[in-house]
């Protein structure tokens, strides 16, 4: 987490859908007292743009070729914000 709330950390596919990930960031959100907290991810993996929904993490906009991620491209791909909702 970094000083401004920013979400940050990495999403194992092989030990996905067992609900960890989504306990885990429930329990850091409400340990840190996190009141907006944001991260920006590749617009491509869905599966975690879902995790990050169901702990009220939402898309908030589109980022076009904003970001080299070198474990998977180098060359800037699209990406997504996404920010804590209050709601």
Do not use: F
């Not at 709330?5 to 859908?17: K, N, T, V």
């Not at 990930?21 to 743009?49: R, S």
């Amino acid at each position: 987490i970094g000083p401004d709330e920013e979400l940050g950390g990495s999403l194992s596919p092989q030990l996905a859908r067992n609900g960890l990930a989504t306990e885990a960031l429930t329990a850091v959100m409400a340990a840190a007292n996190l009141q907006n907290a944001w991260t920006i991810i590749d617009a491509e993996h869905e599966m975690l743009i879902q995790t990050l929904a169901r702990v009220n993490i939402l898309k908030e906009r589109l980022l076009p070729l904003h970001r080299v991620h070198p474990q998977i491209s180098l060359h800037k791909r699209d990406c997504v914000l996404l920010r804590q909702s209050n709601d």
